[in-house]
């Protein structure tokens, strides 16, 4: 039997036969980056009006939809799974509107379980800030064994930054969906040798100090002082005055009295190394490597 006329439908590469719905497509290529530890769940999504289009045999996944309706399409949780989802101009079909054609992820390497991830490793904390944060996504490239805690506000400024989380083979990504930070259990199994929270906003460095955890970030900074594992923090704020890049380009920012005393405060706890400059952060990176290779 055909398909029901105005639902939401994809073909499958040239085979016109076989129909899937689109949003299961993209749910079923996004846990598959989930189970392989690439990515983590996303709820996010925008709305879009969908027209009829035609699809050129062999081009991929092409999601459709009546020109009456309009539905919500998961654009961040293809995007997330690494699906194409470039806007086109159909120019061929009777009623010429926009489509987005969702094309097929690459193969991507067996799945890997818990025993195939190699431990103790780096845990690396996002938080809201812009400061170095370009700096800070290329550093953790440079890292083989890595988890790295997304939260909700590291989330926000990766897509105003325009970066992506593209990161070696074997690195998990956990987001800030969940109010009790479940991810946070690892800490009290060894799992990692050394939290690394950078770039660390005014905002996360003040909730570190009062022992406030109500983030994935914060959360991580709490598990670790508790499980006594050695903790960096890039802190952004750490001069009267200070250059720094917006989204937009360089600004100068003026650092409240408070979010200084909060940064000397931090400097006082146990097992925490708070450094100011990118350049202190990769040298206490790389002084932490050698610690760990000696064991």
């Not at 590469?13 to 129909?19: A, I, K, L, Q, V």
């Not at 990692?192 to 109500?214: F, M």
């Not at 750490?238 to 360089?250: C, F, L, R, V, W």
Request: hydrophobic share 40%.
């Amino acid at each position: 039997m055909g398909p029901r006329r105005g639902s939401l439908l994809a073909t499958r590469g040239s085979d016109r036969r076989s129909w899937y719905p689109a949003r299961d497509i993209l749910r079923e290529a996004t846990r598959d980056k989930v189970r392989d530890g690439q990515i983590a769940e996303t709820s996010l999504s925008s709305k879009a009006r969908l027209r009829p289009t035609r699809e050129s045999a062999g081009k991929g996944v092409t999601a459709r939809l009546g020109a009456e309706q309009a539905i919500q399409v998961e654009f961040r949780a293809a995007q997330d799974a690494g699906l194409d989802t470039a806007g086109q101009r159909n120019r061929g079909a009777t009623n010429a509107g926009r489509c987005w054609t969702v094309r097929q992820p690459h193969a991507t390497a067996p799945a890997m379980t818990n025993d195939d991830i190699p431990t103790p490793r780096f845990g690396w904390a996002l938080t809201g800030s812009g400061h170095f944060f370009k700096e800070s996504i290329e550093m953790m490239r440079g890292l083989d064994h890595l988890d790295v805690f997304v939260s909700k506000a590291a989330a926000e400024v990766m897509r105003m930054y325009k970066q992506d989380l593209t990161l070696p083979a074997g690195t998990r990504i956990f987001k800030d969906t969940t109010a009790s930070a479940a991810p946070v259990g690892n800490f009290y199994f060894g799992v990692y040798h050394t939290l690394i929270v950078a770039p660390a906003s005014s905002n996360t460095v003040a909730k570190c100090v009062y022992g406030i955890s109500d983030n994935l970030a914060t959360n991580c900074f709490a598990q670790a002082g508790k499980c006594r594992v050695p903790t960096i923090v890039f802190a952004c704020d750490t001069a009267p005055e200070m250059d720094t890049e917006a989204p937009s380009g360089m600004v100068k920012v003026y650092p409240r009295r408070i979010d200084l005393e909060n940064t000397a405060r931090l400097k006082t706890f146990d097992d925490t190394t708070v450094v100011e400059s990118l350049a202190d952060l990769i040298a206490a990176v790389d002084a932490r490597k050698r610690d760990v290779a000696k064991r």
